[in-house]
């Protein structure tokens, strides 16, 4: 399986439930945008390490682990994706966008954090590289 197909995710972290959108706005108002949408229907672990490999990300130590010369120094291609705990559904997303992130060579790291400390304390302040986060809103897209 290709942990970064939809409909697998769907499947393995929704259990079924729900659809795949390919923009911000709910799909039933005019508003949506269900063309133009080519770039995020396909996975392409071999086109994104070439990507990579072009903007100097490889891995020169053979770990399994995307680096690059920074200031004289490697670095490791590696950040922190967080999300609070007590959601099974945004757990089993991070486990699988961890895994897709770790076929191409780039190493995550995740956090669990308590709702208050996770929203007060990194969401509110900027405090994060990445976040599993979902937000409930109307069908109304002028919000």
Known sequence: MQVNDRAQLL?????GAGGRVTCNVLPAPDAYASTNNDWCKT???EGAKALL???GWKDSNSDGTLDRMIDGER???EFTIITNNGNDLRKAI???AQDAWKQIG????????EWS?????????????????????GIDPDL
């Open 75 to 77: 670095v490791d291609f």
């Open 43 to 45: 996975q392409d672990v």
């Open 11 to 15: 499947v393995d972290a929704g259990y």
């Open 94 to 96: 991070l486990a699988i």
């Open 53 to 55: 490999a072009e903007a």
């Open 117 to 137: 400390v996770f929203i007060q304390e990194r969401v509110n302040k900027l405090d994060f590289d990445a976040l599993i986060l979902g937000w409930s809103m």
């Open 106 to 113: 780039i190493d995550v790291h995740t956090d669990l954090l």
